[in-house]
C-alpha cells in the first residue's frame, strides 16, 4: 500500500473547504462529556428460534442487557475520568460519513479526557493485524471532517473471523493496552466484531469491542438499527444519476437505460432511489426470489414494459435493477453455487466450466461471453460473488434485445427497433461528501461509541433511534451484537434445521411493509406516464437543504407491525394487570402472552416508555 494516510487532503476551495467546517448536530444526551447510562433488559436473539445456539456460540457476551445513553442530571457528581485508550478500524467497504465516526469518537474521547488516546489503524484490518497505526489528533482530522471515501486510514479485507486473524487482532489490542477496539461496517464487520468480543472476553483481554453500523447498503436493519451511515448519501447520488438518465431519455425518446446500483444481498438503495426519482421499471431481487422468476421471466416482464410503451408511442425508458438480482434468479443462483464450491476445492478457473453439472453447463453456454468470464471471478470474503463485477444490466439489454427482435420477427412487436444504453452507478456514489444526515449520525455513533468503551459494554453496536425526528428528538442506545443474530437454516417450518455460524444477517425489503406497497401502487403509472421525479443534488446549505433531511425508505419506514403487536398487547394486558402496575408485572404480563421476539419488540419500541404511561399510571 502507497497511500500516505493521514496526511492532510489538499481540500479544494469552495464546496469542499466548507464541508470540512460543517459542524455536526448533536442529540441532547451526547452534547457533555459524560452520560448517564441506563440499563434495561437482558436480550435474547431476533430470531428466538436460534437463542440456544447463539447462546452457545457466545457464552460470555450473549444475553447483555440493552442500554441507552441520557444526559447526566444537571447535578451529577463529575469524578476524574482516567484516559482511555481506543483504536479504531475501518472494516467494511466505503460508505460516506465513515471519517465523522472517527471524528465523533475523537472528540468525546478527548472531552472525556484530553490525556485518552485514539490509534487509527492504517490499512483497515490487515493494519490492525500488523499493529501498524497513527495517532488520531485534530490535526490528521482537519482536512477528512464531513468528507467521503475511507482515505484517512483505508481499508484491506472486511474480515476478522480467522483464528489466526482474530489471535493477531488480539495481540495488537494487548501491546496497545487498549481499553476499546472500534470497528467501523456492516454486517460481516460487526458480526466478526461480535467473534472477536466474545474471543477477547474468553482470553481475558480487558479491550472492549464496539461495533458500528456503516455501510452503503442499508441493509444492516433490524428492531435496534434503523439504518446504516452512508445510506442516505448513496441514495441521493444514485437518485440524482438516475433522474439525470431519465431526463436524457425522454428528451430524445430513443434509448432504454438499464442502471444497476449497489446492493448484494438486498435491494434497498435501487428501492430507495426508484421512491427518490420514479423510473419506468424497478426489478427488485427479493421480488425475484420470492416469485421464483426465472431468468427468461424476467426478460418477458421486462419486454412486456417496452411493448405496452411502444403501443403509447414511447421507445424510451429507465429500468434499475440491484447487483443482487443475479443471484436472485434460482437457475443463476444455482450455477453460482457450483461456481463457489469449485473456487473452494481450488479448482483452476479455466477448468471449472467443463466441471460444471450437464444443465449448469448449459446454463453457462447460453449465457454471453463476458458474463461468463465474470461469473468465474474469485469471490469475496464471505464466498458470495463479485456481484459488484457482474455486468447484469449489460445481460438483461442482451437478452431483452434479443427478445425484441424474435417478437418482431413474429409480428408480435411493431415498434421501434429496441436500443439500450447500460450504466452501473457504483463507487461513484460510494465515494461522495456525505449528506448532513450522514455527517450528523455519523459523528453521534462516533461519540456514543466512546460512552459504551467508559461503560465497559463489549460485544455491542451503538445506536441512534428516532432518525425520522430533528436530532434533538434522537435516542441513543447500545445493543448487543448477539441479540442481531441469527442461523441460517435449511428448511422452513418448525422442523427447520438452524445450520453454520451464528451472524448478522442483511435484512432484505420488506414487502409486506408500507414503503413497498406505496411503490407497488404506483408501479403501472411509473411504467407508462413517465412520472419522472428531479431531486437534484444534495444540497448542503440554504433553502432546500433540508427539504427531504432522510430518504423516504426510513421516512415511510412502519412500525405497522410494531404497532399492531402493541395495540393488541394494551388490550390484552389491561385485562390482566392494574394501571399503574411496575415495569415487572408489566413485563410479565407481556411475556405470558407474546414470543420472546415480541417481548423484545415492545419493550425496546420507540413507544415503549409512553406504555405504561399512558395506559396504566
Ligand atoms: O470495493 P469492492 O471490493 O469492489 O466491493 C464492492 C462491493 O462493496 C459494496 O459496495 C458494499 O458492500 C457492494 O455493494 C459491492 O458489491
Redesign the pocket.
Known sequence: MNADFGAPKDLAGGLQQRRSLYQPTLPPCLQGATVKVEYGDATTTIDPTCANVVAEAFPCTYGQPLVSFVAPPPDAVDNDRAPIRVGVVFS????PGGHNVIWGLHDALKAYNPHSVLYGFVGGTEGLFAKKTIEITDDVLASYKNQGGFDLLGRSIDQIRSNKQVNAAMTTCNNLKLDGLVVIG?VTSNSDAAQLAEALVQNNCKTKVVGVPV???GDLKNQFVETTVGFDTVCKVNSQLVSNVCLDAISAGKYYYFVRL???KASHVAFECALQSHPNMLILAEEVALSKLTLMEVINKICDGVQARAELGKFHGVLLIP?GLIESIPEMYALLQEINILHNNNVPVAEMPSQLSPWAAALFQFLPPFIRRELLLHQ?SDNSA????IDTEQLLAHLVEAEMIKRTKEGRYKGRKFSSVCHFF??QA?GSVPSNFDCDYAYALGRISLHMIAAGLTGYMATVANLKDPVDKWRCAAAPLTAMMSVKRHLRGPGAIPIGKPAIHPSPIDLKGKAYELLREKASSFLLDDFYRTPGGIQYEGPGCNAKPITLTIENQDYMGDIEILKDCLSKVRTMVKPGCSREVLKAAISSMLSVTDVLTVMSHPLNAELPLYHFN
Do not use: K, T, V
Open positions: 467494511g467497504r466505503q460508505s456492516g455501510s452503503l447498503n449497489m446492493g448484494r447487483e469475496e463479485q456481484l459488484s463485477q457504483g463507487y460510494r
